[in-house]
């Protein structure tokens, strides 16, 4: 389990293709006792677990299943991505609650400067739009956010300083696919009113 508060942002050594699996080697600056074998690791918000590691640099291993549910097969041989080490009881859990379970892509549609921050919108696919709201919580590219605004099948977030210079937020172009995550806790509401399947 993870915050969406991203901790480091890693570079893709390696990128290697066997079948629909993909095996990544991750350089990254997170201290050895936070990557060591077996350790949960959220890779632009897919969690992936660690198979190999050493100083600088950790291993994992992705299935098919979890390539094609994300942007990751898009990566490649130094492409920035956003990191985040499992949380730990007694973690301050200055996010959301995040699962490193991605939902769905959105589309990137509007990237515009706003002031010393930037205002990013994004398409959603029609069965997801019931679990954005307003004020509520998102998580894209592993990194927790609040929903600005929804109109229709666009939403929007505000980017402040700080997350657009430490994430990969300032990588994006319009265009470009986004892992999201849904807040849980609106899973469970959209649930509990039946909406799940509509």
């Known amino acids: 389990m993870f915050s969406g508060i991203i901790t480091d942002i890693g570079t893709i ?83 959301h609650l995040v699962f490193g379970h991605v939902d769905t ?30 004020k509520g919580s998102v998580t894209l590219d592993g990194i927790s956010l609040t929903v600005n605004e929804v109109e229709n099948d666009i939403f929007g977030v505000c980017i402040i300083p700080h997350t657009w210079t430490h994430t990969t937020l300032s990588d994006r172009k319009v265009g470009d696919k986004i892992n999201m995550e849904v807040d849980m806790l609106a899973r469970y509401v959209a649930r509990m009113l039946n909406l799940e399947g509509k």
């Open 105 to 134: 892509l959105v589309e990137v549609t509007s990237i515009e400067p706003d002031g010393e921050s930037w205002r990013l919108q994004f398409r959603i696919p029609e069965e997801y739009k019931k679990y954005i709201a307003s």
């Open 13 to 95: 050594k390696t990128f290697d293709r066997k079948g629909d699996d993909i095996t990544l080697t991750v350089k990254n600056n997170l201290p050895l006792s936070a990557c060591g074998l077996g350790a949960s690791i959220a890779h632009s918000g897919v969690c992936l677990t660690v198979i190999e590691s050493q100083t600088g640099l950790f291993k994992v291993e992705v299935s098919g299943e979890t390539v094609a549910k994300t942007n990751l097969g898009s990566w490649n041989v130094g492409t920035r991505i956003n990191l985040e080490s499992s949380l730990k009881i007694g973690d301050e859990l200055s996010g």
